[in-house]
C-alpha cells in the first residue's frame, strides 16, 4: 500500500468515525470519574501489596533477629532484610517517576525522551529484582527454618542428600533463569537505548 | 459557558481523533478502552492549565499522543470501564469488507513503525502540516520532513518484502 492510498483510506475512516460519533456528555463525565477509580486501583493492588508482603517478612525477620545464633544465619538474615526492605522502594519509586512525566506541558519528543530514560531505569530495577528474588529465596530458608522451627537447616538437618541435589539443580536453574532474564530485559533496554540515543542527537 | 459544559463539548468534536489514536497505539479492543479512557481522563486534568497558548486540536494531539506513549500496559487488570463499542462506533458496523481489508492494511504497516514514527505518520495521514507537526512533537520542521521521507523510505521496504 503507498502511502496517497493510505491517506485515502485514513480519510474514509474519518468520514466514517465523523457520520458515527456516539459520545454523550454523561460518557464523557463518567470517564473521567472512572477513570480515576481505577487510577487508584491501579497503584494500590499489585505493588503496595507486594510492598507489604515484602516489609512484613523483613519485620518477620528484625523481630526475630535474636534467634539467628550462628554467622551464616545473620548473614542470610541481613541479606535477605535488605533485600525485602530496599526491592519495594526501587520498585515503586521507579514506577512512580514514570507516572510523573508531564504527558500536559511536554511535546512528544519530550515525552518520548523521558519515557525511553525512565523505562530503561524500570527494567533495570525489573532485572535486579529477578535477581535479589533468586537470591533471596535461598537465604530466607535457613532463616524461616531457623525462626519458625528452631532448626538449624544445615547441621540439624537428618540426611544431608537432598541438599546434595538441591545445591546442584538450584545453580543449574539459575544459570538458565538469568540468562533468560538478561536476554528479555536487554532487549528492552536497549531498544530504549537507541530511541535516546535518536532522540538526543535530533535538532 | 460551564467548563465541563465546555470540555465535554471538544471531547464531542474530536472523539474521532482519540479513537484513531488508540487503534494506532493498541493491540486488542481491552487496551484500547483504557487508553481512550485514560486520554479523556488526561485531557480532563490538562484542561485546568490549558491557556488557548496553542490550538485546541494541536493541544489535543500533544496531550493524547503523549498518554499513548506513556501509558504502562496493564495485564490482568479490569477496572470499571466503559465498553468503548458503547461509547464509539463499530468499525464493522457500517463499512464494508473491501474496505476493512485495506484498513487492517493500512494499521498493519503503521504498527510496524516505531514509537516516534508512528506518530509523525499518524499526524501526516491526519493531514497536518510540517508546522503543525512540528509544534506537537518538538521536533524541527526540517526534521520533521527528513524523518517523513524516511517513514515513506521504510513503508516502500515493507511493500516490496512482501
Not at chain 1, 41 to 44: L, S
Not at chain 2, 19 to 30: A, G, L, M, Q
Given at each position: 500500500m503507498e502511502l496517497e492510498e493510505m491517506q485515502t483510506v485514513w480519510s474514509?475512516?474519518?468520514d466514517q468515525i465523523e457520520k458515527q460519533k456516539k459520545l454523550t456528555d454523561k460518557m464523557i463525565i463518567m470517564m473521567t470519574q472512572e477513570k480515576y477509580r481505577s487510577r487508584i486501583?491501579?497503584?494500590?493492588y499489585p505493588e503496595i501489596l507486594g510492598g507489604i508482603i515484602c516489609y512484613g517478612a523483613g519485620l518477620l525477620i528484625v523481630f526475630n533477629f535474636s534467634k539467628l545464633d550462628?554467622?551464616?544465619s545473620l548473614l542470610c538474615g541481613i541479606i535477605s532484610i535488605v533485600v525485602l526492605f530496599v526491592l519495594p522502594i526501587l520498585s515503586l519509586k521507579s514506577i512512580k517517576r514514570i507516572h510523573k512525566i508531564d504527558v500536559a506541558t511536554n511535546n512528544y519528543k519530550e515525552t518520548?525522551?523521558?519515557y525511553a530514560k525512565?523505562?530503561?531505569?524500570?527494567?533495570k530495577v525489573m532485572k535486579w529484582g529477578y535477581y535479589l528474588g533468586f537470591i533471596i529465596m535461598f537465604t530466607i530458608m535457613p532463616v524461616t527454618s531457623k525462626i519458625i522451627n528452631g532448626k538449624d537447616l544445615f547441621s540439624e538437618t537428618k540426611s544431608i542428600w537432598p541438599l546434595v541435589i538441591a545445591i546442584p539443580l538450584a545453580i543449574i536453574f539459575f544459570i538458565v533463569f538469568s540468562k533468560w532474564v538478561f536476554k528479555h530485559y536487554l532487549k528492552n533496554i536497549n531498544s530504549a537505548e537507541s530511541l535516546i540515543k535518536d532522540l538526543e542527537t535530533t535538532d | 459557558m460551564s467548563k465541563e459544559l465546555e470540555f465535554t463539548r471538544i471531547i464531542k468534536d474530536h472523539q474521532g481523533v482519540i479513537?484513531?489514536?488508540?487503534?494506532?497505539?493498541?493491540?486488542?479492543?481491552?487496551?484500547q478502552e483504557d487508553l481512550y479512557q485514560e486520554i479523556v481522563y488526561q485531557l480532563w486534568k490538562a484542561y485546568e492549565s490549558f491557556r488557548g497558548e496553542s490550538k485546541i486540536?494541536?493541544?489535543?494531539y500533544r496531550v493524547a499522543l503523549n498518554t499513548a506513549i506513556t501509558r504502562l500496559k496493564k495485564e490482568k487488570r479490569r477496572g470499571n470501564q466503559i465498553g468503548i463499542d458503547k461509547v464509539i462506533m463499530r468499525q464493522t458496523e457500517q463499512y464494508d469488507t473491501g474496505f476493512e481489508e485495506r484498513l487492517k492494511i493500512l494499521y498493519s504497516h503503521i504498527k510496524r513503525l516505531n514509537q516516534l514514527e508512528k506518530g509523525l505518520m499518524l499526524l501526516l495521514l491526519e493531514g497536518?502540516?510540517?508546522e503543525e507537526i512540528s509544534s506537537i512533537t518538538g521536533l524541527s520542521p526540517s526534521n520533521v520532513g527528513t524523518r517523513i521521507s524516511r517513514i515513506k523510505q521504510k513503508l516502500k521496504t515493507q511493500i516490496i518484502k512482501k
Open positions: 474514509e475512516l474519518s486501583n491501579r497503584i494500590a550462628n554467622w551464616y518520548l525522551l523521558n525512565e523505562k530503561k531505569q524500570f527494567q | 479513537f484513531k489514536i488508540t487503534t494506532v497505539y493498541t493491540d486488542n479492543r481491552e487496551d486540536s494541536i493541544w489535543m497536518k502540516k510540517y
